[in-house]
């Protein structure tokens, strides 16, 4: 790998480095689209620190956010397409 | 999820044994670990052909239960990050097991300090050594079963990372994963990870700020912007003040640019926790140190690089002498993780 590629390794494993972050990108993966509202009750989670936690796997690259105006459920989130690889790597060896 | 068994058998008078069995949960490799030297007695993806001589031990998993280090001249790092101790054993007497009473299923065994080097065939033990058994969980599933058997004395059996579905879920293994490659990685480019938050005025502001976290991206920065990364179900004052407090967040970085972000200043500069963290940027005309501190705001930069420090002039214009906010929020966040790789 060359540095330009660890470094996008570097960040993306970063996002990952927590408990509760892994257990919502977990829960996200298992269900892509997943409302905030019901991923916050899926992992039981408390809401502010989910939004924090959701915030870091976007910023790292692993997630996406898509707004929609249905009900109260305002954001869903998908896995991108870097964010599966790591998790393939993760759980495949 | 499968089973563990880790115990001793009850029924041998004068020979104990030690049976571990999992299934269809991973494929552990199974490391004798002594006070002297590790001895991989099964790992179906890393034969000791190629491993001879050449564990790298870098810590333990369990520092309460395996305090000593090793070092070895040659290097495959086996992160000990993903192994979890199964069993300490207190060896009484010099043991020598032989290939008769080991079931090695294929699998390589080496001689253990200084007593017999007769290729794979033999383990041997001094007495009163304490050997660990060690189980990396993260493996694919299958079966396998091992026995290792000498006259030894099992004297405690470590079920922590036994849980009542089986031996690890598969969140835990990975996570221990995670941070096995993340240090690999951070040793790699001699930069610990580092998180950033970027603060700043909404449009032009926000325009730079996105700019400015894909130049930290490339970095290997995560560089949050509330605006963008935060969701709307959440009010933003909360979402933001949860965020900037969690340990995790290495710098806040705030562009003095409008009455919004002034007052986001003040706020934060009255909450020790955030303050420290913070990396205020302002016009080089109304640095405190190069103009004349007669607003209130200027006044309290003043007595924020007095108390924190880290209030940083940037330019306002192309013919500046001061550096622009990008490059000096890069120059630092780098900077910053090559300073922790260091500590």
Not at chain 2, 182 to 194: N, S
Request: charged share 25%.
């Amino acid at each position: 790998m060359n540095t330009p590629q660890i470094l996008s390794e570097l960040r993306m494993y970063a996002g990952l480095d927590s408990e509760s972050r892994l257990r919502a990108y977990l829960a996200l993966s298992e269900t892509p689209g997943i409302s905030f509202n019901d991923l916050a009750r899926k992992i039981r989670l408390e809401k502010g620190l989910l939004a924090y936690h959701l915030g870091v796997l976007k910023a790292a690259g692993l997630v996406e956010m898509k707004y929609e105006r249905m009900s109260k459920k305002t954001s869903r989130y998908y896995p991108t397409e870097e964010g599966k690889k790591i998790l393939r790597r993760l759980v495949s060896k | 999820m499968g089973k563990l068994l880790a115990s001793a058998d009850p029924d041998s008078r004068h020979r104990r044994s030690v049976d571990l069995q999992a299934s269809s949960t991973s494929q552990a490799a199974i490391l004798l670990l002594t006070a002297d030297q590790p001895l991989l007695i099964s790992s179906p993806e890393l034969p000791l052909a190629k491993a001879r001589g050449v564990f790298r031990i870098t810590h333990y998993w369990n520092e309460s239960l395996c305090p000593h280090r090793f070092r070895y001249s040659d290097a495959i790092p086996l992160h000990l990050e993903r192994w979890s101790v199964l069993a300490q054993l207190t060896v009484k007497g010099p043991q020598i097991v032989r290939p008769g009473s080991v079931n090695l299923g294929g699998w390589l065994a080496r001689g253990f300090l200084g007593v017999n080097h007769a290729g794979a065939s033999s383990v041997s033990a001094r007495d009163g050594r304490v050997a660990f058994i060690l189980a990396d969980w993260t493996r694919r599933p299958t079966m396998f079963w091992q026995t290792i058997k000498w006259d030894s004395r099992v004297n405690n059996v470590v079920r922590d990372e036994v849980s009542e579905r089986g031996l690890m879920s598969m969140s835990e293994a990975s996570l221990r994963r995670i941070r096995a490659t993340l240090r690999e990685l951070e040793h790699r480019v001699r930069r610990h990870r580092v998180t950033v938050v970027l603060m700043g005025s909404n449009r032009q502001g926000l325009l730079q700020r996105r700019r400015l976290r894909d130049a930290l991206s490339r970095e290997g920065v995560i560089a949050l912007i509330p605006e963008d990364d935060f969701p709307k179900d959440v009010p933003p004052s909360i979402a933001e003040r949860k965020a900037l407090s969690m340990e995790e967040i290495d710098l806040i970085f705030l562009n003095l640019q409008s009455w919004g972000t002034a007052t986001e200043f003040g706020q934060f500069h009255e909450h020790e926790q955030i303050a420290r963290k913070l990396r205020v940027l302002v016009d080089c005309h109304h640095h405190p140190l190069c103009s004349d501190p007669r607003s209130y705001l200027s006044d309290l930069c003043l007595t924020h690089l007095a108390a924190y420090g880290h209030v940083y002039p940037i330019a306002s214009n192309r013919g500046s002498p001061c550096p622009s906010a990008k490059k000096t929020i890069v120059r630092l966040a780098v900077r910053y993780g090559q300073w922790r790789a260091l500590r």
